[in-house]
């Protein structure tokens, strides 16, 4: 019963993903520089500019960096999908913070760098991984169940670097860059509350609904197709540049 229930919503729903994917890959790529995984143009000007320590601005960068992050707020999405007690939800995404944190940090300065869109396409990954856990994927086909805190904080870690090597390509003073750079990740973290209180209501009104069960299979699908996407976006993108 079970089953033929979630074939049929997942019938019902396909094609109106699958539109919902084609509008995405066309707005993608229409508009790369504004979802692109770091800041937008007229942010990346302030930032080169910038000479000093500025607390307020850097703050603000780090929580619009989170809001408007397409690819943290994905995987945050699938880190807390099936995580009903608030404790476990501080857990997940105080491990994923640190691993954000450590490798913007050492990133930048220590100048390590790589592709930006390499780091992104793994980004992209991250999110279908986490899809697939929630979906049972490596129980049915391994017969184990991954380290989720494990992931997570490697997942962290790789986000972290991902903006970390984009912030290396605009080229900060050195005159009040560790200040900056703690004010900046100060401002992550905000927006990362930020964003999980509103992941949080929409997704607690929306357990409550009976097809609650039904729907998640589907809904981390879809997720997963984005996550897809991501990574072909990025890849395409190392590829023509």
Same mark, same amino acid.
């Given at each position: 019963?079970? $089953?033929?229930? &979630?074939?049929?919503?997942?019938?019902?729903?396909?094609?109106?993903?699958?539109g919902? /994917?084609?509008?995405l890959?066309?707005?993608?790529?229409?508009?790369?520089?504004?979802?692109?995984?770091? /800041?937008?143009?007229?942010?990346?000007?302030?930032?080169?500019?910038?000479?000093?320590?500025?607390?307020?601005?850097? #703050?603000?960068?780090g929580?619009?960096?989170?809001?408007?992050g397409?690819?943290?707020?994905?995987f945050?999405?699938?880190?807390?999908?099936?995580?009903? &007690?608030?404790?476990? /939800?501080?857990?997940y995404v105080?491990?994923?913070?640190?691993?954000?944190?450590i490798t913007?940090?050492?990133?930048?300065l220590?100048?390590?760098?790589v592709?930006a869109? #390499?780091?992104?396409?793994?980004?992209?990954?991250?999110? @279908?991984?986490?899809?697939?856990?929630?979906?049972?994927?490596?129980?049915?086909w391994?017969?184990? $169940?991954?380290?989720?805190? @494990?992931?997570? #904080?490697?997942?962290?870690? =790789?986000?972290?670097?991902?903006?970390?090597?984009?912030? =290396?390509?605009?080229?900060?003073?050195?005159?009040?860059?560790?200040?900056n750079?703690?004010?900046f990740?100060?401002?992550?973290? #905000?927006? $990362?509350?930020?964003? =999980?209180? @509103?992941?949080?209501? /929409?997704?607690?009104?929306? &357990?409550?609904?009976?097809?609650?069960l039904?729907q998640?299979?589907?809904?981390?699908?879809?997720?997963?197709?984005l996550?897809?996407l991501?990574?072909?976006y990025?890849m395409?993108?190392y590829?023509? $540049?």
């Amino acid at each position: 019963m079970f $089953q033929s229930l &979630r074939t049929t919503l997942a019938r019902d729903l396909f094609y109106p993903c699958l539109g919902l /994917v084609l509008v995405l890959v066309g707005f993608f790529g229409i508009i790369p520089e504004a979802f692109a995984h770091g /800041v937008t143009v007229g942010d990346k000007g302030y930032i080169q500019e910038t000479t000093g320590v500025h607390p307020i601005p850097f #703050i603000y960068l780090g929580a619009k960096h989170m809001m408007t992050g397409y690819d943290h707020l994905l995987f945050l999405l699938g880190v807390i999908f099936f995580l009903y &007690r608030l404790k476990n /939800v501080l857990i997940y995404v105080t491990l994923f913070a640190v691993g954000h944190i450590i490798t913007l940090l050492s990133g930048v300065l220590m100048e390590i760098s790589v592709s930006a869109y #390499i780091i992104d396409a793994i980004i992209g990954f991250s999110v @279908v991984y986490k899809a697939l856990d929630n979906m049972g994927a490596y129980q049915r086909w391994f017969g184990f $169940q991954p380290n989720t805190k @494990v992931a997570t #904080i490697l997942f962290g870690l =790789l986000h972290g670097f991902g903006l970390a090597t984009k912030i =290396l390509e605009y080229e900060l003073s050195p005159d009040g860059l560790l200040a900056n750079l703690i004010f900046f990740n100060i401002g992550v973290e #905000i927006g $990362q509350i930020l964003a =999980l209180v @509103v992941i949080l209501i /929409v997704i607690s009104y929306w &357990r409550k609904s009976e097809r609650f069960l039904l729907q998640a299979y589907t809904a981390n699908a879809f997720v997963m197709m984005l996550g897809f996407l991501l990574m072909f976006y990025q890849m395409t993108g190392y590829i023509v $540049q």
